[in-house]
């Protein structure tokens, strides 16, 4: 994946989805922040932060600490109070990565990146809608809630990229089809892959650019991938054998359209 060179400056500012799994193996997100996997935690989400957001993953990469999106931007506070209790200092957070540019995972990030100076990660497909805050593509109109746009500070352009944040590796990976610019990410610790793929489940629709054939192709490609471990953004964590049941359930579901 090749890095896009970022702008000078900042440009010009302008329901809850839940998904149940029938399936053993599913490890449901608790009402309190804690360690899902060797270094990697849970801080946000309905339940742990607000109603209104995506499930809000940290990494501990060593030198720094890495957040997988932001929640809606409500519930701010709450998923730095979060890292806090975990014993960690949110001005460890070095990057934070947005996976779309839906609101319920991009909304926290202006509050976020002001409290600790994490630079934000984010694929320029998706740099408008974090950039702009145009409604049509955050979705923000279906929540109610006012979006603060930020700058983005490495917009990743192709199909793969790997980063090395802290001493960790990132693997970002192009996942197209819920949003255009939809990512997701793939960490190998202690002998296990985490994929941190937020909207597996969907939902799609041509207000934001979805393409549902174009999706089918990305969860095809996370399948290859043989994740140990699935953190999803809204449905749970995922592991061994229930990770690839997961992503062909959501393959099945829309088999239709």
Known sequence: MRISKAGA?????????????????????????EEIGKGVYVVG??????????SVY?????????????????????ILRNVRSLGFDPSRIGHLIATHCHIDHIGGIARIRNET???????????????L????????????IEYWPVRVDLPLDGEEE????????????????????SIAVVVDLEGLRFLFGQDVHGPFSDAWGSDVPLWRRSMER??????????????GVFRGPEV???IQSQLGRYRHL
């Not at 809850?16 to 608790?30: A, D, W």
């Open 9 to 33: 400056g900042p440009r010009p500012k302008s329901p809850r989805i839940e998904v149940r799994s029938k399936y053993q193996g599913v490890i449901p997100l608790t009402m309190v922040p």
């Open 45 to 54: 989400g309905p339940g742990i932060s607000h109603p209104a957001d995506c």
């Open 58 to 78: 940290l990494v501990d990469a060593g030198s720094e600490l890495v957040m997988i999106d932001a929640g809606a931007g409500p519930g701010a506070e709450a």
């Open 117 to 131: 100076g994490c630079l934000v990660i984010c694929s320029e497909a998706d740099r408008d809608g974090i950039e």
């Open 133 to 144: 805050g145009e409604p049509r593509l955050t979705a923000a109109d279906l929540y109610g």
């Open 162 to 181: 790997a980063l090395r944040l802290g001493e960790r590796e990132f693997r970002i990976i192009a996942i197209p089809g819920h949003t255009p610019g």
């Open 222 to 235: 996370l399948l290859d991938l043989e994740a140990d471990v699935l953190c999803e953004g809204h449905a």
């Open 244 to 246: 690839r049941i997961y």
